[in-house]
């Protein structure tokens, strides 16, 4: 199996298909790298998809102490997979916590990054700093007591969360199956030393503007914990595209995975003609 090596020694597990343009494409809190393989499947064709499994999630080495676990180190850790990949840089594609990952990389590492499509991105930035905190922590001590099921049940009953099982429900079951492969030590860890820590999208609004990256964002329009978020990165980070998909909830990509490939390809197919 291909392995990165981050920077600290932790071996992280990629796959790539496809030629052309590179894509790296970061997985949220309750994905994997599968739950890009509809992005994979339609974008091979033209593209260089490269998908990893962070930290934490098998067969990624799973840390066993929080302080392994942050957000700069997730931003990190994209880097050690270009770097594997013998990439110099790449488009840039994740989903909420990926996004956030994302939006560190290209802050971090700019000359790294081709463009970036960020979704649904900067869910508890609206919550008060506090409760977030203790809203994350519950919810980690949750999955320690209960294990996977008490991880099914907070991803499949939430309001941003169910559209996927009403309109998707092949992709809904896979997303159940995928969650069962997670190890609880390394998705507490991820939401205590990650989502725990990292701060609200808006404190980085003075970096964000300064940024000269080619940007996506892509918001679900029943996603209400990402809705401000999406507005302001929008409005924040210079020519960044705003797009809003409908009755469509958190998990954008699996909801409307034919109308998100045509936005990539077509956003990404600019920015290359650009860069040419």
């Keep these: 199996m291909p392995q990165a090596r981050a920077a600290d020694g932790v071996s992280l597990y990629y796959e790539v298909q496809g030629s052309g343009a590179p894509i790296v494409f970061v997985h949220e809190l309750a994905g994997t790298l599968h739950s890009f393989d509809l992005q994979i499947a339609a974008l091979k064709p033209r593209f260089q998809c490269i998908a990893f499994n962070a930290r934490g999630y098998p067969p990624s080495d799973v840390p066993s102490g929080v302080e392994s676990y942050?957000?700069?180190i997730a931003a990190a850790d994209i880097g050690a997979v270009l770097d594997a990949a013998g990439l110099r840089d790449a488009h840039v594609m994740g989903v909420s916590m990926g996004?956030?990952?994302?939006?560190?990389?290209?802050?971090?590492?700019p000359s790294r990054v081709r463009s970036a499509i960020l979704c649904s991105i900067g869910s508890g930035s609206d919550a008060k700093p506090e409760e977030y905190v203790a809203n994350m922590e519950a919810m980690a001590a949750r999955v320690?007591?209960?294990?996977?099921?008490q991880i099914r049940e907070n991803f499949t009953t939430a309001p941003a969360r169910v559209k996927l099982k009403d309109k998707n429900p092949a992709e809904f079951e896979k997303f159940l199956e995928e969650i069962a492969t997670f190890s609880v030590l390394g998705l507490t860890n991820t939401m205590r030393g990650v989502q725990k820590r990292r701060p609200p999208l808006y404190a980085h609004k003075d970096r964000i503007a300064a940024m000269k990256i080619p940007a996506l964002v892509v918001l679900g329009g029943d996603d209400q914990g990402c809705n401000k978020p999406?507005?302001?990165?929008?409005?924040?980070?210079?020519g960044a595209r705003l797009e809003i998909l409908p009755n469509t909830g958190h998990g954008v990509n699996l909801e409307e995975p034919v109308?998100?490939?045509?936005?990539?390809e077509r956003f990404i197919a600019e920015v290359e003609a650009k860069r040419r």
């Design 99 to 109: 996004s956030a990952a994302a939006l560190q990389f290209a802050l971090a590492q």
């Design 144 to 149: 320690e007591k209960n294990g996977m099921a």
């Design 259 to 264: 109308l998100v490939n045509r936005m990539v």
């Design 70 to 72: 942050s957000q700069d």
């Design 230 to 238: 999406s507005h302001f990165l929008a409005e924040t980070l210079p």
